[in-house]
């Protein structure tokens, strides 16, 4: 009998831990799609705004700080249309943030992504801008504010953290692996005289509805903004 409640009771913290490594509830995956053109190309878009449309597009939600946007690019002239990463930036029109494509080795290389919401002091009826500083650890490592709602007051000052490499695989010397398979599956920076498919990355902070994000595009092939719904 002592030796049945013994094992009862060795049991309960095993329990307990159990409970505690319940799996994360998600919300269900956020995904949209859209298009826009020029007279030099067309572009097809589909944004996986939220952690779980990221995971089961990749089978990794990148710390949930990061929307990702599938893009198909459909030349219209003969000579095509040179793209570059930095052509496109992701608007969220329920807060202004407005952000560029991180690279995956900013995403997830040496240094990791460090968001970190912001607010300065406020005067009368305009506050100063609330928006998000995000940093990244590769090359142009310079933070960057991204813009704010700017009016509203109280919000308290909060800092979100995403592990670096290091952290995620245990290793100083080990390249994580989720880094190669974000640079094999990137939109490709180059001169497109074809359908051409890719993703960007985006770091954007906090939830937000589809019909909220805007892609836009501002590059040799014109200028083309894609609301989503």
Do not use: C
């Amino acid at each position: 009998m002592k030796r049945i409640a013994l094992l009862a009771i060795l049991a309960l913290p095993l329990a307990a831990g159990e409970k505690e490594k319940k799996p994360e509830k998600l919300d269900p995956p956020r995904v949209a799609s859209s298009h826009g053109a020029s007279d030099r190309m067309e572009i097809l878009a589909t944004v996986h705004a939220n952690k779980s449309a990221v995971k089961e597009l990749l089978g990794d939600d990148i710390h949930g700080y990061v929307m990702v946007v599938e893009i198909t690019i459909k030349p219209r002239v003969e000579e095509g249309v040179k793209i570059d990463r930095d052509d496109f930036q992701l608007l969220t029109t329920d807060d202004g943030q407005k952000t560029r494509p991180f690279a995956p080795a900013q995403l997830l290389g040496t240094g990791g992504l460090v968001i970190r919401s912001q607010r300065g002091p406020t005067s009368g009826a305009m506050g100063q801008n609330n928006g998000s500083v995000w940093s990244g650890p590769v090359g142009n490592g310079r933070p960057m504010r991204l813009p704010g709602n700017g009016g509203s007051i109280g919000n308290p000052t909060t800092q979100i953290e995403t592990p670096n490499a290091e952290e995620r695989d245990g290793s100083k010397d080990k390249k994580d692996p989720m880094q190669k398979v974000l640079e094999e599956k990137e939109l490709p920076a180059k001169e497109m005289t074809e359908v051409t498919k890719g993703l960007l990355y985006f770091p954007i902070d906090g939830k937000h509805k589809t019909k909220n994000i805007t892609l836009l595009y501002r590059g040799l092939g014109g200028r083309i903004d894609i609301e989503f719904k």
